[in-house]
């Protein structure tokens, strides 16, 4: 019996190609679906299918990008904008991953409205992939704030929560004081016309005593943030003057 010996052409440049893939690293891409207790990933290594769903405490994930970065991999991350901040995006950086910030948007597109977060990650990361091969318009990638503008976004947003709920409790004090045929005044809870309700004749409910209380402190703490203090660390809070 005579012996045969097929020679396959290409197949030692092609044995070369993958030997040299694994020394130079693949392109990884990783779409991101945060939650507070859990991040959901899916990775695509260079041209291939998306790999399954992998579910990782928030702890865990960086450690796991870090690993990726040492094996010689190149890494891109990519989440949807959310509140927790941007705290994950910097700590990608620090650790040399290439991270992108998009504004959130619609991910069922075919509006098949079945959605679940391993959907959503794989979406992201094929819309990765798509992007990092120069198709600039899959994502819309957002400006991540400095430090320092966070912390003052913080403050702002803060401040409008308590003026909100300022107004909404001065809402509530005009309609206890309507529903007890008193006076009405548009700033009921300042100190002087707060004075002349307390000594006016007439009886008060505990709910208006407690709102108008409410609202002074809220005022203050209000006016506080206005000036740059806050009761957490960085001041007190002055609560003997009223708001302008």
């Known amino acids: ?22 020394l130079s ?6 779409g991101l679906d945060v939650h507070a207790r859990l991040y959901v990933a899916v990775a695509q290594y260079d041209c291939l299918l998306p790999k399954p769903a992998r579910r990782l405490a928030p702890l865990e994930f960086v450690p796991w990008v870090k690993q990726l970065l040492r094996a010689g991999h190149t890494v891109h991350v990519v989440y949807e904008a959310c509140g927790f901040g941007f705290n994950l995006y910097r700590q990608l950086k620090a650790a040399g991953a290439h991270c992108y910030v998009i504004a959130p948007r619609k991910l069922d597109e075919q509006s098949t409205r079945v959605k679940t977060d391993p959907r959503d990650a794989t979406t992201l990361c094929q819309r ?3 992007y990092v091969e120069g198709n600039t318009r899959e994502l819309a990638v957002i400006r991540v704030p400095t430090e320092a503008e966070e912390e003052a976004r913080h403050v702002s947003r803060q401040r ?3 003026v909100r ?5 001065e809402a509530q004090g005009r309609s206890l004081l309507v529903s007890h045929a008193l006076p009405s005044p ?8 707060w004075s002349r309700l307390v000594n006016s004749p007439g009886s008060f409910s505990a709910g208006v005593v407690g709102t108008g209380a409410t609202n002074h402190c809220l005022k203050c703490a209000v006016g506080s943030k206005r000036s740059g203090r806050c009761s957490s660390g960085r001041g007190q ?8």
Do not use: F
Request: proline share 2%; no cysteine; net charge positive.
């Open 25 to 30: 690293g693949s392109i990884i891409k990783i």
């Open 1 to 22: 019996m005579k012996n045969t010996i097929v020679h396959h052409e290409g197949a030692s440049s092609l044995e070369a190609a993958v030997n040299k893939v694994k």
């Open 128 to 130: 990765l992939s798509r």
């Open 165 to 169: 709920l300022r107004q909404k409790l």
């Open 237 to 244: 809070v002055n609560h003997g003057h009223d708001e302008p």
């Open 160 to 162: 409008e929560q308590l």
């Open 186 to 193: 548009a700033h009921w809870w300042k100190n002087q016309t």
